[in-house]
T-cell receptor
Framework: SQQGEEDPQALSIQEGENATMNCSYK?????LQWYRQNSGRGLVHLIL?????REKHSGRLRVTLDTSKKSSSLLITASRAADTASYFC????????????FGDGTTLTVKP | EAGVTQSPTHLIKTRGQQATLRCSPI?????VYWYQQALGLGLQFLLW???????NRGNFPPRFSGRQFPNYSSELNVNALELEDSALYLC????????????FGPGTRLTVL
């Protein structure tokens, strides 16, 4: 399995509910980033959490990082239909010469 | 401030042909990354250019190549196209020497018939 694996692969919820996506990785990291992609378009950066941080917030987004378990979670609170998209985590480590390694993503569908 | 731009938006080629994709990074960004995203899948790292030099490449055959120009724009070339090269090709840029977020372009959809 590859670095930066998201779980679940797909998630369907009702508007107003919270959505939680998880990401696991294998090697030590410099930071971990979450991105969003709307149906085959470019990715938009959501949030970056550094290896020495445990939690970060941005609006309705909350990201946690557990380096001992090599995992991260993205929580979207009070979801909206407009949150429907694919979400990717990307890891950056000093050993991969600055490139980000992306997982296969979680497809989130928020039903109105 | 203009974002990352890519051209063309769509490209249709036949097997065996060559494709050239272009990317212009955000002004001030010297690092350019290329990714391949097959339908429904995640991003596969292709190439990383910084300050005009290739810094790293992913597990792709040599027929995938590219370059970065003095103005930091970049070109991705795919020779001897195969059907499985059909994908969305994404370019991203960021400031050199940082591990911060990448800014993505809208992508080029390459279809090989």
């Amino acid at each position: 399995s590859q670095q930066g694996e998201e779980d679940p692969q797909a998630l369907s919820i009702q508007e107003g509910e919270n959505a939680t996506m998880n990401c696991s990785y294998k090697t030590s990291i410099n930071n971990l980033q979450w991105y969003r992609q709307n149906s085959g378009r470019g990715l938009v950066h959501l949030i970056l959490i550094r290896s020495n941080e445990r939690e970060k917030h941005s609006g309705r987004l909350r990201v946690t990082l557990d380096t001992s378990k090599k995992s991260s979670s993205l929580l979207i609170t009070a979801s909206r239909a407009a949150d429907t998209a694919s979400y990717f985590c990307a890891t950056v480590s000093g050993t991969n010469a600055g490139k980000s390694t992306f997982g296969d993503g979680t497809t989130l569908t928020v039903k109105p | 401030e203009a974002g990352v731009t890519q051209s063309p938006t769509h490209l249709i080629k036949t097997r065996g042909q060559q494709a050239t994709l272009r990317c212009s990074p955000i002004s001030g960004h010297t690092s350019v990354y290329w990714y391949q995203q097959a339908l429904g899948l995640g991003l596969q790292f292709l190439l990383w250019y910084d300050e005009g030099e290739e810094r790293n490449r992913g597990n792709f055959p040599p027929r995938f190549s590219g370059r970065q120009f003095p103005n930091y724009s970049s070109e991705l070339n795919v020779n001897a196209l195969e059907l499985e090269d059909s994908a969305l090709y994404l370019c991203a840029s960021r400031t050199s020497g940082t591990y911060n977020e990448q800014f993505f372009g809208p992508g080029t959809r390459l279809t090989v018939l």
